[in-house]
């Protein structure tokens, strides 16, 4: 398995309530990012959170990591139907590389 | 805004044509990076290019080559087009020193028939 697996891999509720979504990965990183890509487009970065942070606020965004379990939530409050998007991690080793290594993504369908 | 473009948005190519993706980015970055994406496996990193005519290889570089002759513009190489490089590429670009502050163009649906 990769890296950075979320879980689950589609979620789909109503406007209003709340998404999250769970990352999961191997090794020491240096921090993890959040992205979110629209349908046929680019990437967006949400959210960045280093390793020696463990929760994270930007709006109705909330992101927290346990670096003992070697996992990331996000959680997306009152959610509106223009969040329907997916939703991947990034994670870069702590061994210094340059790359980063991104998930496989989750689903999320926000329905008016 | 950062803005990162890139030529085309889908392409249609035949099995063994020459196939040039362009990417450029006006924030005067000095990374540039091609990614692959592929349903089921999310992205996964070309090339990376931290400088003009610098370049480095990424997890999948085999049947791919890039060119950087100017800072704004990085180039993907396809030298033989094959069915299995049908795929979605995206680009990005970041500046030195933030590695994480990664900015994505729209992407290109690169199709090989």
């Known amino acids: 398995s990769q890296q950075g697996e979320e879980d689950p891999q589609a979620l789909s509720i109503q406007e209003g309530e709340n998404a999250t979504m769970n990352c999961s990965y191997k090794t020491s990183i240096n921090n993890l990012q959040w992205y979110r890509q629209n349908s046929g487009r680019g990437l967006v970065h949400l959210i960045l959170i280093r390793s020696n942070e463990r929760e994270k606020h930007s709006g109705r965004l909330r992101v927290t990591l346990d670096t003992s379990k070697k996992s990331s939530s996000l959680l997306i409050t009152a959610s509106r139907a223009a969040d329907t998007a997916s939703y991947f991690c990034?994670?870069?080793?702590?061994?210094?590389?340059?790359?980063?290594?991104f998930g496989t993504g989750t689903r999320l369908k926000v329905l008016a | 805004d950062v803005k990162v473009t890139q030529s085309s948005r889908y392409l249609v190519k035949r099995t063994g044509e020459k196939v040039f993706l362009e990417c450029v980015q006006d924030m005067d970055h000095e990374n540039m990076f091609w990614y692959r994406q592929d349903p089921g496996l999310g992205l996964r990193l070309i090339y990376f290019?931290?400088?003009?005519?610098?370049?480095e290889k990424g997890d999948i570089p085999e049947g791919y080559s890039v060119s950087r002759e100017k800072k704004e513009r990085f180039s993907l190489i396809l030298e033989s087009a094959s069915t299995n490089q049908t795929s979605m590429y995206l680009c990005a670009s970041s500046p030195w020193g933030a590695l994480f502050q990664q900015y994505f163009g729209p992407g290109t649906r690169l199709t090989v028939t």
């Open positions: 990034a994670t870069r080793e702590s061994s210094g590389t340059y790359k980063y290594i």
């Open positions: 290019s931290y400088d003009v005519k610098m370049k």
